[in-house]
């Protein structure tokens, strides 16, 4: 079953950074010619210092576009930084209560793991108007991978280099490392236990990678994780020869935890991405280099 209709409304929030209204026409222009009708939420194109608004003008947008029965999915707009600002003004109830897939990438990697582990609801990681068309056109595994999960396909998502063997199923949760970092420790993060970790970053030294990805090992459950998905760490080097690349840092990291884990999955702050869900049930066969949706 299709996830998202011919003629639905989808809500249009920016969460995160401030929003320049001239760049966003390309993604509007896309998701118009997917039949989609897109509404921006009152509060997009507010600032206040690098975010678009006030946490709370930012959240009474997400309160609005769940609570809307109109409005069918939310897309945050961009990235930046921010959105753990606005988590304790959100509605969590209405999240629950009415369940719409967030898309987003980078900083919304906030909203998408807090409304898995208060609400349950499911999300989508990968996809973002602005940032996705600010070179040119869509890219063609994104746009492939969109349309797959905006008609209800199942996927089988083929990438990436083995770095333990083994095959996993569970929920999938993580996104953005230094964004997920924040949530550590709250009631935001979602509970690990048995689930598949996503985890990409971009630049970032391989030291701070490192230190997140041991601090994030101690939370609770963490030994309880099911497997690995490492994506693409896009910029992210060594502060000082002998740090440690990023590659000798996750590869330390995943035999340590020894699960299913690859790494270079296509998936992070590249041109060429695919969508992934937050929050709902995954297959990973590290063997076979793939990922079933």
Not at 129 to 134: L, N, V, Y
Not at 147 to 170: F, H, I, M, S
């Amino acid at each position: 079953m299709a996830l998202l209709k011919k003629g639905d409304q989808v809500a249009l929030i920016a969460p995160s950074g401030w929003v320049e209204k001239s760049r966003l026409k390309d993604g509007l222009t896309w998701l118009e010619k997917q039949g989609l009708k897109p509404v921006l939420m009152p509060h997009v194109f507010q600032r206040h210092f690098y975010m678009a608004g006030s946490d709370e003008a930012r959240a009474a947008d997400i309160n609005a576009a769940f609570a809307e029965h109109a409005i069918k999915a939310v897309f945050c707009i961009r990235g930046g930084a921010g959105c753990t600002r606005v988590l304790p003004y959100v509605d969590w109830k209405i999240i629950k209560k009415n369940p719409k897939p967030v898309f987003g990438l980078s900083d919304s990697t906030a909203l998408q793991n807090a409304a898995y582990a208060l609400s349950q609801n499911v999300s989508w990681t990968g996809f973002l108007p602005i940032f996705d068309f600010k070179n040119g056109p869509l890219d063609k595994r994104i746009e492939k991978s969109m349309r797959a999960v905006l008609g209800g396909q199942p996927q089988v998502l083929k990438g990436g280099k083995t770095l333990v063997n083994g095959k996993a199923e569970g929920v999938l949760v993580g996104g953005c490392l230094s964004v997920l970092h924040y949530l550590v420790g709250t009631k935001y993060l979602p509970d690990l236990k048995d689930k598949i970790l996503l985890i990409e970053d971009v630049g970032e030294h391989t030291y701070k990678l490192d230190l997140m990805l041991n601090r994030l090992s101690l939370e609770k459950n963490f030994s309880k994780i099911k497997g690995l998905v490492f994506g693409q760490f896009l910029d992210c080097t060594e502060a000082d020869s002998g740090d440690g690349t990023v590659h000798q840092i996750i590869k330390e990291f995943a035999l340590k935890h020894n699960v299913p884990a690859l790494e270079n999955f296509p998936y992070g702050h590249i041109k060429s991405r695919y969508v992934l869900p937050i929050g709902a049930r995954v297959v990973l066969d590290a063997d076979k280099k793939e990922l079933k949706i």
